[in-house]
Every structure is written in C-alpha cells, then in structure tokens.
C-alpha cells in the first residue's frame, strides 16, 4: 500500500491550503484514514480521522470549525480542507491508513499501518 501525499506549501496567516491523498496497491479503499501532523521538535500529532465510508470524521480540538476531512472511495484519495490557517498550523503534514477493512478512525498514530511521505505546511504570520 502506497500513500502519496500532495498540496501544502507557503500559506499567510487566515489564509486557505487543501491536502490530498491518493492511495495506491489496494483494490478498494473501504479503510478508515486519518491526518497526523509533526512540528519541528515536537511528537506527531492527530489532527484528522475518517471512517471507511465517511460516515464519521474527528479532530483535534486545535482543528476543529477549521479543517474538514472528506473522502473519494472512488478515486482512493482522502482531503483535508485547510481554512483559517494559523502560524501554530506548521508542520509536516502525514496522510495514513489502517488495514482493518471498513474500520473506523483512530486517534492513535499506531493504530495505523500505512504512511504517506509527508508534505510541508507553513503558515506565515
């Protein structure tokens, strides 16, 4: 199983940026997917989750009214939906995936088998 992680890059503070996720070497996408995020110095953190079907999503407290998680079976992606982007928002940004089919989201970075490589935010004050 491939992630590939995409979008990101240099955003001003208030402003919008959209990540996607494409999943690769699966024959269907009927497992739960999340966004983790690492800040330099810091642990990774959670900051999104979604079930197989998108029926239900989480987030973090830091993220939530601000980022929304969405899901493409079809297309095998996964998006998260940045808005009112603050400076504290910076880091990498890691799509995963778990391989417990039509599982639900999880908090917990280890609950998930699969990582994509990372694409950087940074949010400018």
């Known amino acids: 199983v491939q992630l590939q992680a995409s979008g990101g890059g240099l955003v001003q503070a208030g402003g919008s940026t959209r990540l996607s996720c494409a999943a690769s070497?699966?024959?269907?996408?009927?497992?739960?997917m999340g966004w983790f995020r690492q800040a330099p110095g810091k642990e990774r953190e959670f900051v999104a989750a979604i079930s197989w079907n998108g029926d239900t999503t989480s987030y973090a407290d830091s993220v939530k009214g601000r980022f929304t998680i969405s899901r493409d079976n079809a297309k095998k992606t996964v998006s998260l939906q940045m808005n009112s982007l603050k400076p504290e928002d910076t880091a990498v940004y890691y799509c995963a995936t778990r391989d417990k089919s039509y599982s639900r989201g999880s908090y917990y970075y280890t609950d998930y088998d699969y990582w994509g490589q990372g694409t950087q935010v940074t949010v400018s004050s």
């Open positions: 070497g699966r024959t269907s996408n009927n497992y739960a």
